[in-house]
C-alpha cells in the first residue's frame, strides 16, 4: 500500500474515531439532561385521587383531536362563558387569576401547569391514533393555508392579513401553536407552486391521489419529513403532554426534546412522564370514541361538576350563561373560529353583571340527561359549518380533496414512515385505550350505582303507599265496626 493511501485510510479512521468518541459523548450529556428532567416531571406530580373534580379544569387540546367540538358542544355546555379563564390560547396575555376561573382550553402543553394551582387543578385531554392525528394536520395545514390563494400574490395576503389582525384584540388560528408555524409555512409554499403553475402554463391537473397533486400542494410524503413537522407534529401528542413542545413554558424543553429527537432511547423517560400525567388525569377521551367519550365524560364528570357550580352560591350571570352558550354553537364557522381563541371574553363581559340564577334551578335545568341532549344538537351544525369551509377552502387547489376514501390511497411505505416517526405516540395512544376501558368500567359502575338508588328509592315509594293504603283500610273497618256496635247498642235500648 502506498504511503498516501496509508495515510489517507488513518485520517478516515481517526475522523471515525473521533465521530464515535463525539457520539458518545453527546449521548451521555443527552442522558443526563433528560433524566434529570424526568425525575423532576414525575416528582412535581400531586397524587391523591385524580379523579375527582378540582376547582379548575384545564383542557389540554391536542391539535386535531376534535378538541373543538368537545369544547364548544360540551366541557362548554356545562361551565358556560362566565367561568372560562380568558385568553387560554394567549400564552403572552394568559391570565388564570381572573375571579371564577374554572376552565382552562388550550393548545398549550402541560408545562402551562406552573403558571396554575397545581394542587387544585385538574386536567382532561382526548387522544386520536397517530396516523390520522398526522393526515388531519397535513389536511388542515393546506386547507387554512389554501385559504390565502384569493390573493393575488403572497405578499398581498401577508400584508392584509397583518392588518385585519391589528384591527382586532382576539387570537386567530395564525396566533395558535401549531398552526402559527405549519400555516404560514404552507401557504409560501402554495403561493410558490401556483407561480410556477403559471410559469408552466398549467391551468388544471388531473390527479386521483389528493396527497400526491405535487403542482398544486407539498405531498403528503414530503410534508412529514420536513424540519417543522418534525419538530411540531410527530410525537406531538407525548411532548405535548410532557409539557415539552417548542412552545414549552419550560426553559429545559429545548434541550430535552432535542435530545429524544436525536436518541430515540432517552424517548422512554418522555413516555413514563407522559404515561404518569394520563393516569393523574381526571378524564382521557378518544377522538375516535367521540361520542361514547362524550357520554362517558357527562357520567363520570358532568355531576361532579354540576355539583361545583350549583354549591358556589356567590357565583353570578348563571341565568345567562347557558342561553350564550347555545348562541355560540350556532355560529358561523369564522365567527366560531375567532370566538373560540378569544376564549369568550365577550361572553364574559356579556354576562357579568347579570342576576343570580336560583340554585335549585341550576340542578334542575343541568342535568346529564340535559347536557348531552344539547351535545348531540351541537355536533351536527358544527360539523356541518366545518365541512362547508373545508370545501370551499380546497377549491383553490382542486384535485387535492381530502377523503377518508382517498387516506387509502397512500402507499404502504407512507404509512410505515409516519409510524416510524410517530413511535411514541403510537405506543401513547395504546396506553390511553387501556386508561379508557378502565374509565368506561368506572362509567358502568357509577350508572349501576345510581340505577339501583333510583329503584330503592322508587321501591321505598311503594312500600310507604302502600303502608298508607293499609293503614288507610284499617282505619275504615275500624270506624265500621264502631258504628254498627252504636246501632246495636240504640236497638237494645
Known amino acids: 500500500m502506498v504511503p498516501t493511501l496509508k495515510f489517507a485510510v488513518f485520517l478516515l479512521a481517526l475522523f471515525a474515531f473521533v465521530d464515535a468518541s463525539s457520539a458518545e459523548k453527546d449521548f451521555v450529556q443527552c442522558e443526563k439532561i433528560v433524566r434529570e428532567w424526568a425525575r423532576s416531571a414525575l416528582e412535581e406530580e400531586i397524587e391523591g385521587d385524580g379523579h375527582t373534580l378540582r376547582d379548575l379544569l384545564f383542557f389540554l387540546h391536542v391539535p386535531r383531536t376534535g378538541g373543538r367540538t368537545y369544547f364548544h358542544c360540551l366541557v362548554k355546555k356545562v361551565y358556560g362563558a362566565a367561568l372560562e379563564c380568558p385568553r387560554s390560547y394567549d400564552k403572552l396575555r394568559f391570565d388564570p ?19 396554575l394551582p397545581r394542587e387544585k387543578t385538574s386536567v382532561m385531554t382526548v387522544l386520536r391514533h397517530p396516523v390520522d392525528r398526522v393526515f388531519s394536520a397535513y389536511e388542515f395545514s393546506v386547507e387554512v393555508a389554501s385559504r390565502f390563494l384569493v390573493h393575488p400574490n403572497l405578499t398581498s395576503a401577508t400584508e392584509l392579513t397583518k392588518r385585519i389582525r391589528a384591527k382586532h384584540k382576539g387570537v386567530s388560528t395564525l396566533d395558535i401553536w401549531p398552526w402559527k408555524y405549519l400555516v404560514p409555512w404552507m401557504r409560501e409554499d402554495l403561493f410558490a407552486r401556483r407561480d410556477a403553475r403559471k410559469m408552466k402554463g398549467l391551468s388544471y391537473v388531473n390527479s386521483n391521489d389528493s396527497y400526491n ?22 410525537n ?19 434541550d430535552v426534546r432535542h435530545c429524544v429527537q436525536k436518541f430515540t432511547i432517552l424517548g422512554e423517560h418522555v413516555l413514563q412522564v407522559a404515561q404518569k400525567r394520563l393516569d393523574n388525569m381526571l378524564f382521557v377521551g378518544l377522538t375516535e370514541k367521540h361520542r361514547e367519550s362524550a357520554k362517558m365524560f357527562v357520567n363520570v364528570v358532568g355531576p361532579q361538576v354540576i355539583s361545583q357550580i350549583a354549591s358556589d352560591s356567590s357565583m353570578e350571570g348563571l341565568s345567562k350563561i347557558k342561553s350564550v352558550t347555545e348562541q355560540n354553537s350556532l355560529l358561523s364557522d369564522s365567527e366560531l373560529d375567532s370566538n373560540y381563541h378569544q376564549d369568550g ?57 381530502f377523503s377518508k376514501e382517498a387516506r387509502l390511497l397512500v402507499p404502504e411505505a407512507v404509512l410505515q414512515q409516519i409510524r416510524s416517526l410517530n413511535s411514541l405516540d403510537l405506543r401513547l395512544f395504546k396506553y390511553a385505550e387501556g386508561i379508557y376501558a378502565k374509565q368506561n368500567e368506572r362509567m358502568h359502575e357509577l350508572v349501576t350505582t345510581e340505577e339501583l338508588k333510583s329503584v330503592s328509592s322508587d321501591s321505598h315509594g311503594i312500600r310507604l303507599w302502600q303502608a298508607t293504603v293499609l293503614a288507610t283500610c284499617f282505619a275504615f273497618f275500624i270506624l265500621l265496626c264502631v258504628n254498627a256496635r252504636r246501632r246495636r247498642s240504640k236497638l237494645k235500648i
Open 97 to 115: 387569576r381572573k375571579p371564577k376561573c374554572r376552565l382552562v382550553a388550550t393548545h398549550d402543553d402541560y408545562s402551562i401547569m406552573s403558571m
Open 213 to 234: 397533486v405535487e403542482e398544486m400542494a407539498m405531498p403528503l410524503h414530503q410534508f412529514i419529513n420536513e424540519p417543522v413537522v418534525l419538530d411540531t407534529v410527530h
Open 236 to 254: 406531538g401528542a407525548t411532548f405535548q403532554v410532557a409539557g415539552l413542545t417548542n412552545n414549552s413554558y419550560l426553559a429545559e424543553a429545548h
Open 345 to 401: 371574553t365577550s361572553d364574559q363581559k356579556t354576562t357579568e353583571n347579570v342576576s343570580t340564577e336560583n340554585l335549585e334551578g341550576i340542578k334542575k335545568n343541568m342535568t346529564v340527561e340535559k347536557i348531552m341532549e344539547e351535545y348531540k344538537a351541537c355536533i351536527s351544525p358544527l360539523r356541518n359549518s366545518q365541512s362547508v369551509r373545508r370545501t370551499n377552502s380546497l377549491r383553490e387547489i382542486s384535485p387535492a380533496n
